[in-house]
Nanobody, 121 residues
Framework: VQLVESGGGLVQAGGSLRLSCAAS????????MGWYRQAPGKQRELVAG???????NYASSVKGRFTISRDGVKNTVYLQMNNLKPEDTAVYYC????????????????WGQGTQVAVSS
């Protein structure tokens, strides 16, 4: 099972970006999906998460600006980021707290490789 992110880039402050993360492979089920970010010199932090039932949670710093959603058929999670600020600059990582492999009937957490988001002032 792999998580592949896309959608990062460079944008001016006030702009928008949409990140996508698609899970591929022999997937039986996927639990909570989320986005984390890590800025240079800082710890990785949770940005937003969404359960398999659709419940969401957000870091206080992004509430009202970012929206997380998921497509259960496509096994994809999205992060719509509006009104971006320079402090949003970071590498954004997709995470699944538990994905179960249909072939091996094993379950494990998974991370994407990360996508860079840079916001200029």
């Amino acid at each position: 099972v792999q998580l592949v992110e896309s959608g990062g880039g460079l944008v001016q402050a006030g702009g928008s970006l949409r990140l996508s993360c698609a899970a591929s492979g022999s997937i039986l089920s996927i639990g909570t999906m989320g986005w984390y970010r890590q800025a240079p010199g800082k710890q990785r932090e949770l940005v937003a998460g969404i359960t398999s039932g659709g419940s969401t949670n957000y870091a206080s710093s992004v509430k009202g600006r970012f929206t997380i959603s998921r497509d259960g058929v496509k096994n994809t999670v999205y992060l719509q980021m509006n009104n971006l600020k320079p402090e949003d600059t970071a590498v954004y990582y997709c995470n699944v707290d538990q994905v179960c492999d249909r072939a091996t009937i094993t379950c494990f957490p998974s991370w994407g490789q990360g996508t860079q988001v840079a916001v200029s002032s």
